[in-house]
């Protein structure tokens, strides 16, 4: 076994190989990798639809189903996927309009926390794995959790891509797309359990407490950047790759956290995209430029 070192050095081919090395680095890449591609799109509808309230909610929801899991002695990201479906559900049932949920998420929320906090204070060992779930721990994750990561993100992108234009219709336009006779109902849940699971992954990156690094802010920075959807969705999966990959090379030759890197990258990006566009259209006041909806088949000037 070959001694690799762990020092930065002005060879940053060098310092990428040295990170190579190590297994757990290599996990953390790619499990890093497919979280931030499904958070940069699934995101992208959270911010469209004025729903970042819900990533949050669904994190801190998830928070109590992992507690529960370790309460039982199972893995916490099963406890966390299942835990954010039924409150997802949950939220879904309580409100029908994606406008008009926040009371509900505040409801199911408070009692979600009461549930974790319960479940906290009846595990008797020292609770690791809950204060990882609050803050992330990318680089303890396994072989396993990395191939778990891949075929439920790859669920969550299949998921997307069947909902995707009805969605964006929809997130558009409520009113408008109900009285074309689109399943509000259905679209609104489906998109919650997608989302609802898209969190549960990336809590593994970021955390419970800071989930919108990832979710929501990329997505915002893509919306000031460009109109199309499609363009807007690849930008905010390019940002959110970015902050994780450069999170995790700065993380791996610093002893700061993860987390830490890439809530400043994004932070730091969203800041200058505001500045740069408030400097060169200074009399713009809505500032987040509508979404142009693409054109179907047979549609008329």
Request: aromatic content about 10%; hydrophobic content about 55%; overall charge positive.
């Amino acid at each position: 076994m070959s001694f690799c070192p762990v020092s930065l050095s002005p060879n940053i081919i060098a310092d990428l190989q040295n990170i190579s090395c190590y297994e757990f680095m290599r996990n953390a890449f790619e499990t890093g990798t497919i979280i931030a591609i499904i958070a940069g799109v699934t995101g992208y509808f959270v911010v469209l639809r004025r729903s970042a309230f819900v990533a949050h909610a669904f994190s801190e929801i998830g928070f109590a189903g992992a507690s529960g899991a370790i309460l039982l002695g199972i893995p916490p990201i099963a406890g966390l996927v299942l835990g954010s479906v039924i409150g997802g559900l949950a939220i879904s049932a309580l409100g029908r309009r994606a406008a008009n949920r926040d009371t509900q998420i505040g409801i199911v929320l408070a009692f979600a926390l009461g549930l974790g906090l319960l479940f906290i204070s009846l595990y008797k060992a020292f609770a690791t794995a809950a204060i990882s779930i609050l803050f992330g721990e990318i680089l303890g994750i396994s072989s396993s959790e990395v191939l778990l990561t891949l075929v439920g993100g790859v669920c969550i992108l299949v998921a997307m891509g069947f909902l995707y234009r009805p969605l964006l219709f929809a997130s558009l336009d409520e009113e408008v797309a109900e009285a074309k006779g689109l399943p509000m109902l259905f679209l609104g849940t489906a998109f919650l359990m997608v989302v609802a699971v898209a969190v549960s992954f990336a809590v593994q990156v970021t955390g419970v407490l800071l989930i919108f690094s990832l979710m929501v802010t990329p997505a915002a920075t893509a919306q000031y950047l460009s109109r199309r959807p499609s363009w807007a969705i690849v930008l905010s999966v390019g940002i959110a790759l970015m902050a994780t990959w450069v999170g995790l090379f700065m993380a791996f030759y610093t002893p700061y956290p993860v987390s830490f890197f890439i809530t400043g990258i994004v932070f730091g990006l969203y800041l200058i995209v505001r500045i740069i566009r408030l400097v060169t259209k200074p009399h713009v006041v809505n500032t987040q430029t509508p979404p142009v909806l693409p054109k179907s088949p047979g549609h008329s000037p």
